[in-house]
């Protein structure tokens, strides 16, 4: 079970953003001081400060816990964002191009994968000369929007990113002249949270923990808005015990399996109608689906539901292969589950997993991609 202080075990991961430096650049500067790793496990449990460049997503470092990143100069200036490595996968594995158009994050805030998709299109030309490519990031919730637009212009990207402020993606009219040219979606819906380190992913199925100073009595759960405390990814807040949060925030009080299962099912449905919704985008030719939660009704469930849709048949959309995947992600050994792939062993192959806890140092996370040849 997932229980608060693990994110100690867990490294500090860097994503350089290639817009305002480089990983060279960060070694000699930010990280000078830190003595480089072999591995994920060297940087857990030696002492001392230690670095370790990922061999899977590029710009990408792990350094162990306890800098005071509110002093680095980097961090405030946005040339380094903290962001766990399984929430990379998804812009890399998207893989945005100049050929592909315009690109749409559909549920953006705060907006880590956002800067991560303005980092991979305009890595070669930061100032963003003529900006052929616009990334459009919508967000529901208006306030998360505000944090996003902050989150924008920090990392250098807001002249190329267009906000949808309070804007259901859902409500984004596929066939409007303004999204003509999108070639590629991300969606990273809100879900479960399950995979988020120091969160339960089983609330329900955990006796109460014994009393402690900021809980309430024995066998009694305490209130959520007692028994919170300010979590490291996305600034999201650990539940009480029996209450299941999902990553943007919403609690759900689980009292038994039945609860989880309902709660879960309604996360699915939305998920997969906001997947459906991105496939009708007349020249997208690439989609990426991402969740942080290890639960397949979430994962490979909506994966197979999607690909079994009319939708998706009607306009030629397809699991993207392990093989046609960016070279960190082909090896990436984590893969989906074929028994919720129902039997299909090559969407498992093609969707990307990790759990927290496994050793790689990373969140429990999901992520899979749609292609088709023809629009
Ligand atoms: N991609 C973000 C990142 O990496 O920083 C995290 C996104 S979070 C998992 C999901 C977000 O989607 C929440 O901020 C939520 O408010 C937003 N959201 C949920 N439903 C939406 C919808 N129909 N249209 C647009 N945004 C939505």
């Not at 079970?1 to 867990?10: I, K, L, Q, V």
């Not at 809100?190 to 024995?218: A, F, Q, W, Y």
């Not at 306009?315 to 129902?342: F, H, M, N, T």
Request: glycine residues 8%; charged residues 30%.
């Amino acid at each position: 079970r997932a229980s608060a202080g693990e994110e100690y075990n867990y490294p500090r991961w860097v994503r350089v953003n290639a817009l305002k430096s480089t990983l060279e650049e960060q070694l000699e500067t930010t990280f000078s001081k830190h003595t480089r790793a072999e591995s994920i496990q060297d940087i857990v449990t030696k002492s001392g400060r230690h670095i370790y460049i990922d061999p899977h997503v590029p710009n990408l470092l792990a350094i162990s816990a306890g800098m005071d990143f509110a002093k680095v100069e980097a961090y405030t200036s946005g040339k380094i964002i903290l962001q766990d490595k399984a929430s990379c996968f998804p812009a890399y594995l998207l893989d945005p191009r100049s050929e592909d158009g315009d690109v749409i994050d559909a549920c953006s805030a705060p907006g880590n994968k956002t800067t991560h998709l303005a980092a991979i299109l305009y890595k070669h030309r930061p100032e963003f000369e003529d900006a052929p490519q616009t990334i459009y990031a919508f967000e529901k919730d208006s306030r998360r929007a505000q944090t996003l637009e902050k989150m924008v212009k920090i990392a250098g990207s807001k002249s190329v990113t267009r906000i949808g402020f309070g804007q259901d993606f859902l409500q984004v009219d596929p066939t409007s002249e303004k999204y003509k040219d999108v070639g590629a979606l991300l969606l990273d819906p809100s879900c479960s949270g399950s995979g988020i380190v120091g969160r339960d992913s089983m609330p329900e199925l955990h006796l109460p923990d014994p009393p402690t100073e900021n809980r309430g009595g024995k066998g009694k759960p305490a209130p959520a808005s007692t028994n919170k405390k300010k979590r490291r990814h996305d600034e999201i807040e650990e539940p009480a015990q029996n209450v299941l949060v999902d990553d943007d925030g919403v609690e759900t009080v689980v009292k038994s399996e039945k609860d989880l299962e309902a709660r879960l099912e309604a996360l699915s449905s939305f998920q997969l109608t906001l997947l459906l919704h991105a496939f009708r985008f007349p020249r997208a030719k690439k989609i990426t689906y991402s969740t942080c939660s290890i639960h397949s009704q979430e994962n490979e469930r909506v994966v197979i539901r999607a690909l079994a849709s009319d939708i998706a048949k009607a306009k030629g959309w397809r699991i993207l292969r392990r093989e046609d995947q960016v070279s960190g992600l082909r090896e990436w050994p984590v893969r989906g589950v074929v028994e919720a792939a129902e039997g299909d062993e090559i969407v498992a192959e093609g969707c990307i997993r990790s759990y927290k806890g496994d050793g790689h140092g990373v969140m429990g996370f999901f992520v899979a991609g749609f292609v088709r040849d023809s629009v």
